[in-house]
């Protein structure tokens, strides 16, 4: 089955405990994005990738890094997470974002304490 | 600075009439819009686009329209049913070297049967 799978599903950590948020597609595709979720802010985009090893700044890329060494992944970190972080994240993949935008997964609920 | 907004958070729509999403965008460079579904607890999902030189795509119950000169497109689903209740997010696409989707902040709707 074509997917993107990102795990956690939900975490729970503590101020400037490093994490890496992992993100798998099977579909080849060499578009990859972060974005996540917040009440009345929508979808903002954090990091994107167009494909192995260039990756680069979205809307708000502070706190976060990403890498992209393979095709297939495009894990999220944070070296020292803030509350502020806390959100709801998504990994997206895409073929040619014109034809059907981005396949998403289902979403890290990450809370920050 | 929003330059993909839905002005409208909520919509309540009776099972079988027709419910109208409006999103408008500042940006005329854009090339591609894009509609998307999201349920709680998963990832949004595809719904349908739409080029920036056409004015309109029907897919099934699904029609968007575009109107350039005011930089407005809306989503109409007729009729509509109880399983469309849920949040959707217009997003808009800049083409070319970046390739970068930016999204609205959402609606929700709720079919009532």
């Known amino acids: 089955e074509a997917q993107v799978t990102q795990n956690p599903r939900y975490l729970i950590t503590v101020t400037g405990k490093k994490l890496t948020v992992t993100c798998s597609q099977n579909?080849?595709?060499?578009?990859m994005s972060w974005y996540r979720q917040d009440p009345g802010l929508g979808l903002r985009q954090i990091y994107y990738s167009m494909n192995v090893e260039v990756t680069d700044k979205g809307d708000v890329p502070e706190g976060y890094k990403v890498s992209r060494k393979e095709k297939r992944n495009f894990p999220l970190i944070l070296e020292s997470p803030s509350p502020n972080q806390t959100s709801l994240y998504f990994c997206?993949?895409?073929?040619?974002?014109?034809?059907?935008?981005?396949?998403f997964g289902s979403g890290t609920r990450l809370t920050v304490v | 600075d929003q330059q993909v907004k839905q002005n409208s958070p909520s919509l309540s729509v009776q099972e079988g009439r027709i419910s109208i999403l409006n999103c408008d965008y500042t940006n005329s460079m854009f090339d591609y819009f894009l509609w998307y579904k999201k349920y709680p607890a998963e990832g949004p999902t595809f719904l349908i686009s739409i080029s920036s030189i056409k004015d309109k795509n029907e897919d099934g119950r699904f029609t968007v329209f575009l109107n350039k000169s005011a930089k407005h497109l809306s989503l109409h689903i007729v009729p509509s049913q109880p399983g469309d209740s849920a949040v959707y997010f217009c997003?808009?696409?800049?083409?070319?070297?970046?390739?970068?989707?930016?999204f609205g902040t959402g609606t929700l709707l709720a079919v009532q049967p």
């Open positions: 997206a993949s895409s073929l040619t974002l014109s034809t059907g935008g981005y396949t």
């Open positions: 997003a808009a696409l800049y083409g070319g070297a970046t390739n970068k989707l930016i």
């Open positions: 579909m080849n595709h060499e578009y």
